[in-house]
């Protein structure tokens, strides 16, 4: 059975850091592009950040360039999601998700078969 398990999330206050885990079973990550994505209370889910199989190509939102960073460890079957000078507006549960055909992107989620059941995020002093 394919499935993703996120890990990492909790509350941190505003400036902190969180590393977020997506671990793979049931099939061999490197073979998929994984995305994170995020959905605040009352707000669409959107894209934060994605990587492809192998590693090298990576994208991010614009609201998180410079203070996130997406890193992959095929050996380990897991992604992550560095989180630093968290802000409020961070707040969400974040997702991962895999792709195993299709461009590169977080504009849509099309093509993202696979979700994991998520980890909430809450920045707040």
């Known amino acids: 059975q394919l499935q993703l398990v996120e890990s990492g999330g909790g509350l941190v206050q505003p400036g902190g850091s969180l590393r977020l885990s997506c671990a793979a079973s049931?099939?061999?990550?490197?073979?998929?592009?994984i995305g994170w994505f995020r959905q605040a209370p009352g707000k669409e889910r959107e894209g934060v950040s994605c990587?492809?199989?192998?590693?090298?190509?990576?994208k991010y939102a614009d609201s998180v360039k410079g203070r996130f960073t997406i890193s992959r460890d095929n050996a380990k079957n897991t992604v992550y999601l560095q989180m630093n000078s968290l802000k409020p507006e961070d707040t969400a549960i974040y997702y991962c998700?895999?792709?195993?055909?299709?461009?590169?992107?977080?504009?849509?989620?099309?093509?993202?078969?696979?979700w994991g059941q998520g980890t909430q995020v809450t920045v707040s002093s």
């Open positions: 998700a895999a792709l195993r055909f299709g461009p590169l992107t977080i504009a849509t989620m099309t093509g993202y078969d696979y």
């Open positions: 990587i492809s199989g192998s590693g090298p190509s990576t």
């Open positions: 049931g099939f061999t990550l490197d073979s998929y592009a």
